[in-house]
DNA sequence: TATACTTTTAGTATCTACTCTTAAAAGCAA
DNA sequence: TTGCTTTTAAGAGTAGATACTAAAAGTATA
């Protein structure tokens, strides 16, 4: 109904953008809207090579559907290369353009806390182990494709309470450091307060 | 082939896991699944109410479209209830057991980290923030199935750095607390030092 | 063992949102 | 008017279902 007297190219051109922007339509709402035909709309989405309305939504649903589970932070711990426990680990994560802000390729500093976080919860010799307290410092950013390397070192162990330090470089480069008071859980199962 | 003699009710319990666990399989694949005829696995989505393969897709495509329209962030964790930029924002997490380490119950820290870390992102008026010095602490382990509400509170603004204080709460209990320094990059998109 | 009931399977018609094909009408330009 | 592009129409076929009817198979009970 909106959109009268439009040339060929022009309706084309703006079926891209309506696509794109809601890929909700089937091809008869299409059509009210351009004020044209189903069958135009047909031709021209064969022209454009625009996927129809069930496989458009079935591509929003899968390329989300994967985000959601890449995003699972969990998983996020790198390659573990190195380990002597309770005194050091090394662990190398291969960053991907998932893990950066929208339209950037700054990766995003909770991935990088957590292969630190993860690297120095595996350097320790306990079955569980919670992050008690940890002073960290981003020193440069990370760009997506980037190979991070962890090391954690173990520099202290008091009662159930362990210290790591963990440094993060690229390319011999420290981007990020971090000390990590590590408690174990195991003698204190019962106990929330830590 | 791999799921044989099950009882109905057994089946229906397993289709409903099934189909959760992915939204993506037809009913003839799912018939071929359980060793069942197509029909029986439509009247058993019948009387458990499970919607069809295409409303299936459908709502996971629409969930995630309206979950990045309705924030840019679309890498917020957990979910944005509040916000005023600059000021301050909360945001509330509702934690599974896929957020735990493997055998107990306890919430990984890099999740309590990544929801702070992510609304003080959110919290402030930047296209691109990044995190330079974050001084954390965590004050008592995390449950799966706690709900966590952050507050986040910009406390000083210097220059492209700014200074966000996050807390968050299980029950009114503060379980963790924050120091964030957020630079913007919007200004030094060419400097790596920061 | 016969009867009753549940569970499973089969078959047909209908639906949506298409594709693919053939064909005709409408618009416009030399 | 002829020739070309653009648009519309009509018909058959498709996937993945719904809705309905009916029959077969399995199981429990008297």
Redesign the interface.
Known sequence: MSKKGLSKKERQRLLIKTITDD??LNDEELSEKFNVSIQTIRLDRMELKLPEL?ER??T??????A??RS????E?VGELVDLELDKRGISILETTSKMT????K?I???II??QA??LA?ATIDA??A????????????VYAGQKLVAKAEVTRVRGNKKFVFVKIYVKQQEVFRGKFILVS?EDEEKK???
């Not at 929003?60 to 559907?65: G, L």
């Not at 995003?71 to 969990?74: F, K, Q, V």
């Not at 802000?101 to 950037?104: A, E, I, Q, V």
Request: charged share 25%; no cysteine; hydrophobic share 45%.
């Open positions: 890929p909700f069930r939504i079935k929003v649903a899968e390329e989300n559907y985000k959601v995003i699972d932070i969990a996020i802000f929208g339209k950037t700054v995003r500093g909770e806390f957590a976080n993860s919860i079955k569980v919670l992050t008690g307290v940890a002073n960290i410092k981003y020193k440069l950013p859980l929330t307060d830590i």
